[in-house]
C-alpha cells in the first residue's frame, strides 16, 4: 500500500483517481486548492499526480516548487500533447505523464509501475564509459562531479549503461523502466533523454548514442 497525493481542480477527477486507487489497496488524499494545503506534508507521500491546468497554480511550476522537497514520482495529469509542454514538465523533474481523458487501468498500470521501480533493490556501483553509478544511492558521477539527473533520467540511463552496446526502441526502455503493460506512451523518453544529453553534455559527456530508425545505445 502506497500514499498518494492526487492534485487536480475538477472534483469528479479527484473522485474517479480515489475511488481507482483505493481499491488497490493505497490511501489517497485529494486536493482541488493547493493553496491551502502545507507544502511540506508533500514528503508524507510515496507518489504524487498533479493536474497541469489549474487555476492558481499550474502543475508544471507546482512540480519545481515541490521537488527538492520530495523525492518521489510525480506524474502529471495532462490534456495537452503538444511536444514543448512535455519537455516543460520532465524538465522541471517530472517523472511520466498521463494524458486525459484516461483510463481506469491505465492510471492503476502507470502508478503501481512507478511504486514498484521505487521498490528496487540495489547494491552495487559500477562504471561505463567514464561514469560511475552508485546503484543505492541512484546517482551518476563523471570525474567525481555528480550529474543532476531526475529520478526517471536516471533510471534510464543506468538502464542503458548496464545493457551498453545493446540498442533500444523509445518502446523497449519505457518498459523497461516503467513496466506498463499495456500501450505505452514512449514519447516521454524521447523527452528525458534530450534532457539527459543536456546534462551529461555540461560536462563533455556523450555517453548515449541514436541508432536512426531503431533507438538509443549507451556507447
Given amino acids: 500500500m502506497a500514499n498518494v497525493l492526487a492534485v487536480d481542480d475538477e472534483e469528479g477527477i479527484l473522485e474517479i483517481i480515489k ?11 485529494t486536493v482541488s486548492d493547493f493553496s491551502t494545503f502545507p507544502v511540506e506534508k508533500c514528503m ?7 493536474d497541469v491546468m489549474m487555476p492558481n497554480i499550474d502543475g508544471f511550476t507546482l512540480c519545481k516548487s515541490i521537488r527538492d522537497l520530495v523525492d518521489c514520482p510525480i506524474l502529471f495529469l495532462t490534456a495537452k500533447t503538444m511536444e514543448e509542454d512535455i519537455v516543460k514538465g520532465l524538465g522541471m523533474g517530472g517523472d511520466d505523464y498521463i494524458t486525459k481523458p484516461f483510463g481506469i487501468n491505465e492510471l492503476r498500470s502507470r502508478v503501481a509501475a512507478h511504486l514498484r521501480r521505487e521498490h528496487r533493490e540495489k547494491h552495487n556501483s559500477f562504471v561505463v564509459s567514464g561514469v ?8 551518476a558521477f563523471v570525474e567525481d562531479k555528480l550529474i543532476h539527473l531526475t529520478k526517471s533520467e536516471y533510471e534510464i540511463s543506468e538502464f542503458l549503461a548496464i545493457n551498453h552496446g545493446q540498442v533500444f526502441s523509445k518502446e523497449k526502455i519505457y518498459e523497461a523502466i516503467f513496466g506498463f503493460d499495456g500501450e505505452s ?6 523527452e528525458h ?3 539527459i544529453r543536456a ?5 563533455g559527456c556523450s555517453p548515449i548514442e541514436t541508432v536512426w530508425g531503431i533507438g538509443y545505445k549507451w556507447v
Avoid at 44 to 50: P, R, T
Avoid at 132 to 139: N, P, R, T, V
Avoid at 199 to 203: D, E, H, P, Q
Fill in 132 to 139: 560511475k553509478f552508485k546503484l543505492s544511492a541512484k546517482e
Fill in 19 to 29: 475511488a481507482a486507487l483505493s481499491r488497490e489497496g493505497h490511501s489517497v488524499t
Fill in 193 to 195: 533523454i534530450k534532457n
Fill in 185 to 190: 506512451d514512449s514519447s516521454a523518453i524521447v
Fill in 44 to 50: 508524507d507521500y510515496d507518489l504524487i499526480l498533479l
Fill in 199 to 203: 546534462k551529461f553534455g555540461k560536462v
